[in-house]
């Protein structure tokens, strides 16, 4: 099984908020799939919280964990066609979009995802 991992798996992965983080970290030692668009989530929210330097390691440890998917023109497009489609964060869309494109199932707990129609295969990490 493919896994694709959207900010809020990763970021509750760094708190160490269970069960997610447990999950995330199994995940990391198969080199899951994640979106450049939410690893980018991810730094700026470390950013505020921790600063660049704490930022800059959280970036490239995951570089190093994660395979990370480009964003093509035709994967904006498949994530701006879901966004326009379901109300929800263009974030959520990207990872939707990449788990998607990946045959993958996205590891979450974000309520915009996981508490509506499904539109991939999704594990509630909450």
Known sequence: MTVCL?????LRWLEGTEPAASR???ALDRQPVMSWMNLGEVYYVVYRAAGEPR???????LQARVALDTTSPGRI???????????????????IATTLAHDAVLFTGD??????????AVEDLR
């Open 77 to 95: 497009i498949e994530a701006a066609t879901i966004k326009a489609l379901h109300p929800m964060a263009f974030g959520d869309a990207f990872a």
């Open 6 to 10: 959207d900010s809020w798996a990763v």
């Open 24 to 26: 995330v970290e199994e």
């Open 55 to 61: 930022a800059d390691e959280v970036a490239r440890d």
């Open 111 to 120: 309520p915009e995802i996981v508490d509506r129609e499904r539109l991939c």
